[in-house]
């Protein structure tokens, strides 16, 4: 039977062992979420943040993070650290995508890092994540069945819109938007990085739940799970939609 089981309280304060955790922690770039205060001095933030990693670490053989692109060189050194004190191996992907916001004024960010740390002895299972080849779309007769492992950034050869981590942000008219939260991650995107680390009936946790995006998955394609959220307000929006426990 799998279990479910949505935590009110600090991520840190609440961990379980688990397969794999997926963290997509707050950007700390002054959004408004109730609860807690999206805006630490810089220093406060980065030493928050290493602490977090190092942490999740000691509870999971894989720790995959989503976090915003401005603190790209700050999370280097702290990724770094973390993969050399746990014995991990460090690989940095990226989430592409198009519908960007647009500046008059500058270049439009248009990717968010996704990094993962796992143990060297922790599994994963590409085949579990295969896309179609340029030449399965094209009818080439030399295409092997059943696809192709992508590689860890966008495909520009696949004509359709499933490469690897090429999924478009959650916008306002979105099927998948919970408008009572200010971000929010592409269900497609995390259900790779589940299926890519773990099999049915494992136990992922999500210390930092939102809107729930990652129990939506792991209910949709069988995973344990359990998931840690610090906003009251927003924790009961989600226990509302799921419950507190929950079993299927």
């Known amino acids: ?26 950007d700390n770039i002054g959004l408004r979420y109730e609860g807690f205060k999206d805006s630490q ?24 993070v989503s976090f915003n692109s401005r603190w790209t060189l700050d999370f280097a050194e ?30 439009g960010n248009a990717h968010r890092p996704l990094w993962r740390l796992q143990h ?22 030399r295409a092997k069945k059943g696809g192709k492992v992508p590689g860890d950034s966008l495909d520009h050869y696949v004509e359709i819109d499933d490469s690897f981590f090429d999924y478009s942000r959650v ?25 890519l680390n773990t099999l049915p009936g494992q136990h992922v946790l999500d210390p930092f739940c939102g809107t729930g995006t990652t129990l939506r998955v792991c209910k949709k394609i069988g995973r344990q799970c359990t998931t840690i959220e610090k906003s009251e307000t927003t924790y009961k929006k989600v226990v509302e939609e799921h419950g507190r426990f929950g079993s299927k």
């Not at 933030?45 to 894989?62: D, H, K, N």
């Not at 299972?125 to 779309?137: D, F, M, N, T």
Request: net charge negative; glycine share 2%; charged share 25%.
């Open 1 to 26: 039977m799998l279990k479910y089981e949505i935590i009110h309280g600090d991520c840190l304060d609440n961990l379980t062992k688990c397969d794999m955790i997926f963290a997509d922690p707050p």
């Open 41 to 64: 001095p810089d220093n406060d933030y980065a030493a928050w943040f290493e602490s977090c990693l190092l942490t999740f670490c000691e509870f999971a053989p894989v720790v995959w």
């Open 78 to 107: 702290a990724f770094s650290y973390s993969a050399s004190v746990h014995e991990y191996d460090f690989k940095p992907f990226v989430q592409t995508f198009t519908f960007y916001r647009q500046n008059r004024n500058a270049i």
């Open 120 to 141: 060297r002895d922790a599994l994963e299972y590409p085949q579990a994540v295969k896309i179609p080849s340029w030449r399965e779309l094209n009818c080439d007769k």
């Open 171 to 195: 916008v306002g008219n979105s099927k998948q938007r919970r408008k009572w939260c200010p971000t929010q991650l592409n269900e497609d995107l995390v259900e790779r990085c589940i299926k």
